[in-house]
């Protein structure tokens, strides 16, 4: 990875920068990390600043993962693979007086794109935020599929509770991270110090509560701690994939109690609001985005914000590398392995197969001009998710079911739009359906 990205640096600074910053760099590739070492601290400093930018968007563009974190450090590549020190220090800072909550400032309620699918979940959680602890409350459950803003939301939580109250004891964990703590405390004895550690908290945040599945000793412990928290009407949050009574693996206990407070389902994002959280993420790194761009990857990966913005981070790293401005056709070219993989199935023949199977009609029915309500309603609902899921224009829509004109598959998509707002049983179709045809 480093020399490709060395052959790629050398194109674009100066020859001077080059040989005397960047090609003396030793480069270890440890856990997703890349690790660069530099001679001495002057080196380290200089790169650090002039440089570490165009590296780790490079770096991340080749690697092809924006999650790989670029690091300076003084000395030289270790020759044995070094244990990472990080873990080790982690509970006694816990336990500690100077608490560390786990909490991300960036991500608030602010930043948090509201659309139809997780409005509620955002309305819940400002709720919790705004009356930690309040009985109607506690516990919050939140759930969902992966990439759909969970975490984002817990950290929004957090930073809005310790915005009124500074001096809260607010913590974030992820579950695994819960139980590698707990393991490590039981070895070393210091189990106690953890219990009280957890037990003294104001608001406890656990993400990824499946993961304790099949994890007993964590469930028991997990489970005292829900107590005490609970009966001082401490705040307790969790989140998880499936609605928490689904949890596979968890006790009957745990379970039960997790839905005894407030909980809140976040659904994947429609196309609109997948473009605006689009819009806000290139906003937020000072980047341009056309909305055509916006609305060519939007309409392209529907179903994990994540991925989305890891598209956007890719586009925009290749921007930068290449000089050149993300248009529909640049991007097309620069992710095209990742299009390709979501491009598939979703052809507005298979929404009318899948549509008729789940209303059991017929195929042949949605595109008859048969006006019977058994009919008509699956029709608007397969014209609703042709435009939401492909990238039909409106006539051509219309053409597949039986010659319409734009118009109906227009008054279709509003009328399905507004019964999800107003029939929960609509709603849950749409659901059904979106997540049969992403699968
Ligand atoms: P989850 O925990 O549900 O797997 P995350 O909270 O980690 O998902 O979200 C994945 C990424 O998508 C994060 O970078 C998050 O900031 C972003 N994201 C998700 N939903 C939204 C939203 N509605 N507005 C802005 N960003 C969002
Ligand atoms: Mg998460």
């Known amino acids: 990875l480093w020399s490709d990205c060395l052959s790629h640096l050398q194109t674009k600074v100066s020859a001077t920068d080059y040989s005397t910053w960047l090609r003396p760099l030793q480069a270890d590739l440890v856990n997703g990390e890349l690790v660069l070492y530099a001679q001495n601290q002057f080196v380290a400093n200089w790169v650090q600043d002039k440089f570490i930018t165009e590296i780790t968007g490079l770096a991340r563009f080749l690697a092809k993962s924006d999650e790989l974190q670029v690091s300076l450090r003084v000395g030289s590549k270790p020759t044995e693979p070094q244990a990472t020190p990080v873990v080790e220090k982690v509970e006694s800072e816990l336990v500690s007086p100077n608490l560390?909550?786990?909490?991300?400032?960036?991500?608030?309620f602010?930043?948090?794109?509201?659309?139809?699918?997780?409005?509620?979940?955002?309305a819940v959680a400002q709720q919790v935020a705004a009356n930690p602890g309040e009985n109607h409350c506690n516990p919050f459950s939140l759930y969902g599929g992966t990439g759909l803003g969970k975490t984002h939301l817990l950290h929004a939580i957090g930073n809005e509770i310790l915005s009124h109250?500074?001096?809260?004891?607010?913590?974030?964990?992820?579950?695994?991270?819960?139980?590698?703590?707990?393991?490590?405390?039981?070895?070393?004895?210091t189990i106690e110090n953890f219990k009280k550690f957890y037990r003294s908290l104001d608001v406890l945040m656990i993400d990824d509560i499946q993961f304790f599945a099949n994890k007993e000793v964590t469930q028991e412990e997990f489970f005292h701690t829900f107590n005490s928290l609970f009966e001082r009407s401490k705040q307790i949050i969790v989140t998880s994939d499936v609605f928490?009574?689904?949890?596979?693996?968890?006790?009957?206990?745990?379970?039960s109690r997790l839905s005894w407070g407030v909980n809140a389902a976040i659904e994947p994002p429609e196309l609109e609001t997948r473009v605006a959280i689009l819009m806000k993420k290139?906003?937020?790194?000072?980047?341009?985005?056309?909305?055509?761009?916006?609305f060519f990857l939007a309409q392209k990966l529907r179903t994990n914000v994540r991925e989305l913005e890891g598209a956007l981070n890719r586009a925009i790293a290749w921007s930068n590398f290449t000089h050149r401005p993300i248009t529909v056709d640049a991007v097309r070219e620069a992710l095209k392995d990742l299009i390709a993989s979501y491009d598939h199935l979703i052809t507005i023949e298979n929404i009318q197969k899948i549509v008729?199977?789940?209303?059991n009609i017929k195929m042949?029915?949605?595109?008859?001009?048969?006006?019977?309500?058994?009919?008509?309603?699956?029709?608007?609902?397969?014209?609703?998710?042709?435009?939401?899921?492909?990238?039909?224009?409106?006539?051509?829509?219309?053409?597949?079911?039986?010659?319409?004109?734009h118009t109906t598959v227009m008054h279709a998509c509003k009328t399905i739009s507004e019964m999800r707002d107003t029939d929960s049983s609509i709603q849950e179709d749409y659901t059904n359906l979106t997540r049969k045809l992403s699968s």
């Open 100 to 108: 560390r909550t786990g909490i991300t400032e960036t991500l608030t």
């Open 110 to 122: 602010g930043n948090f794109v509201q659309g139809k699918s997780n409005q509620l979940a955002k």
């Open 165 to 189: 109250k500074p001096n809260a004891r607010v913590v974030y964990i992820h579950s695994e991270r819960f139980v590698q703590d707990m393991v490590k405390a039981i070895k070393a004895n």
């Open 244 to 255: 928490p009574k689904n949890i596979e693996n968890i006790e009957e206990r745990i379970r």
């Open 282 to 294: 290139a906003e937020e790194r000072g980047v341009y985005l056309e909305e055509d761009v916006a």
């Open 356 to 359: 008729a199977e789940y209303y």
């Open 364 to 405: 042949a029915d949605l595109k008859s001009k048969s006006r019977t309500r058994s009919v008509a309603r699956p029709r608007q609902m397969a014209m609703a998710l042709a435009k939401e899921l492909t990238n039909h224009s409106l006539p051509e829509i219309g053409r597949e079911f039986g010659g319409r004109d």
